[in-house]
């Protein structure tokens, strides 16, 4: 499987490529070729499978070119090795709780699938890799704990002073090892704006090998794939074979990855967006 950027579908590289250079030089984003369908089989006996076994069976259909069977299982086992219920409000209404993993974020999926296969494909001896992220909070959590004692990774989050909770400010400040914070005297906007510059300048790219850890990249999207299909799974032994899932969303990555598995063939009557922008 080969991903092309949005600005340009001739523009094309392995998964690979696009975990470690997030953004094309052309400013799109990288995404599957083509999106794969996953056997009505699968689908239609989804409730007997396990979170990790979903899991695998979505990663597999777009990247079993990228990565071998054994391999990839076993990133998928360690990535998403928490749980992810969901729990009822009332008798039509369910809450997909996804703070089940170690910094308490969604993101944690994404975070730990990416960090995952990076450390799949570093070798030693190879350049270090550096991975930059602007966080207003939860992304840099996620991001600090799912890389800590990943070999050959450097981690440098930004965040902006007094916008981030204590917890969170503890979560990105106080592991150490290859994880490093820095705290911008600005905005969200200005961390993210900095990070932008640096895959910008050719110079520092000579000298530096950087990634991004945003939600730009396209290992961070895949997995969150992954808790649609399980929330399906659940309501299914639940009974219920018509599903809406409705989104708290701010840069609509989180619906996106609901959408690439509705791509996928994951039966769902409707997406809501909710925002508040």
Known sequence: M????TNNKDLRVSFKEAVFNSMPLDKGLYMPEAIPQLP???IDNIEKYSLTEIAYEVASALLKDEIPANDLKALVEE?????????PLDDNTFVLELF??????????GARFMSRVMGYYLKDGEQLLDVLVATS??????????????????VTILYPKGKVSPIQEQQLTT???????????GTFDDCQALVKQAF??????KKFR???????????????????????AQLKRKGFKEVVFSVPSGNFGNIGAGLLAYKMGLPVKQFIAATNA
């Open 210 to 232: 950087l990634t991004s850890a945003n939600s730009i990249n396209i290992s961070r999207l895949i997995p969150q794939t992954f808790y649609y299909f399980n929330a399906y």
């Open 175 to 185: 592991l150490g090892q290859n994880i490093r914070a820095i705290e911008i005297d």
């Open 200 to 205: 910008a300048d050719e110079e520092l790219n």
């Open 40 to 42: 009505a089989s699968f």
């Open 100 to 109: 089940h993993g170690p910094s308490l974020a969604f993101k944690d999926f």
């Open 2 to 5: 080969q991903f092309y950027s």
């Open 137 to 154: 909070g939860d992304t840099g959590g996620a991001v600090a704990l799912g890389f800590l004692g990943v070999a050959n990774t450097r």
């Open 79 to 87: 990535a998403a090795n928490f749980d992810a219920p969901v729990v």
